[in-house]
């Protein structure tokens, strides 16, 4: 990959994740709500979903989270990516499962859940990128793996999320689905650090929660699945 296309990538990045610090403040709302129509401060509605500023002009109230740091996670995500992969279709789902991440990720550490109907638009819109790859590429039996290595991600992470003290809940079980369909296609070998790297990145912080907040603390799985997704990518892609 030319280092032309990886900085217009983490241009792209940037740029989507600036915008991502919005909707992720609508997003961030408890189980059964939809997504935010007024502002948790002085009760004004909201009815945008691209919006720069991250204070409300009313009252003043900071939503979610600064744009610079979605805009910063966004642009070494599509850097990164684009660094290691080739210009593909394959590509452009790993991208999206980054962009989508983002705004995930930010959702999860603020109210402890991934919404369905994000984790619906991830999957289905990563379904279809990986299908026009391998219609592309011709790559059919990779695209057969993708599926396995996703239903594997699936039931490995079902069964590590009904453990006593499990640290993930059923929506990191069907990001990790998601995420397998990737991994899968990239390789058998991509699955397994997929399935391993998201423990070595939580561990550092659940060691932090636990002597924070006691044993009940319960903190978000997602990013440290999309971090070590990501890492599991990069790693495949360099073997
Ligand atoms: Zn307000």
């Known amino acids: 990959m030319s280092s032309t296309s990886v900085a217009l990538s983490g241009l792209a990045g940037g740029v989507g994740g600036l915008l991502t610090a919005w909707p992720a403040y609508r997003f961030s709302v408890p189980w059964g709500e939809p997504s935010r129509t007024a502002c948790a401060g002085c009760g004004s509605g909201i009815t945008s979903w691209v919006r720069l500023k991250h204070r409300c002009a009313g009252c003043g ?12 996670a966004g642009a070494a995500a599509f850097a990164l990516l684009a660094w290691a992969l080739p210009v593909s279709f394959l590509l452009l789902a790993c991208l999206f499962v980054a962009a989508m991440g983002v705004l995930m990720s930010v959702v999860d550490l603020k109210v402890q859940r991934l919404p369905d109907p994000l984790m619906l638009v991830t999957f289905v819109g990563t379904a279809v990128l990986l299908t026009l790859h391998a219609v592309a590429t011709g790559t059919w039996p990779e695209y057969a793996r993708g599926w396995l290595g996703g239903l594997a991600l699936l039931l490995a992470y079902l069964v590590f999320a009904v453990l006593p003290g499990a640290p993930m809940g059923l929506g990191d079980v069907k990001l990790a689905g998601v995420l397998g369909l990737v991994l899968g296609y990239l390789g058998w070998p991509a699955v397994v650090f997929g399935a ?10 659940a060691v932090v929660a636990l002597i924070r907040r006691g044993r009940k ?8 699945l999309l971090l070590g997704w990501l890492a599991a990518v990069v790693l495949a892609a360099h073997q």
Request: net charge positive.
């Open 61 to 72: 109230t900071a939503s979610a989270v600064h744009p610079v740091w979605t805009a910063l």
């Open 217 to 224: 603390a319960r903190s978000p799985f997602g990013p440290a």
């Open 196 to 205: 391993i790297l998201p423990f070595l990145v939580n561990a550092p912080f």
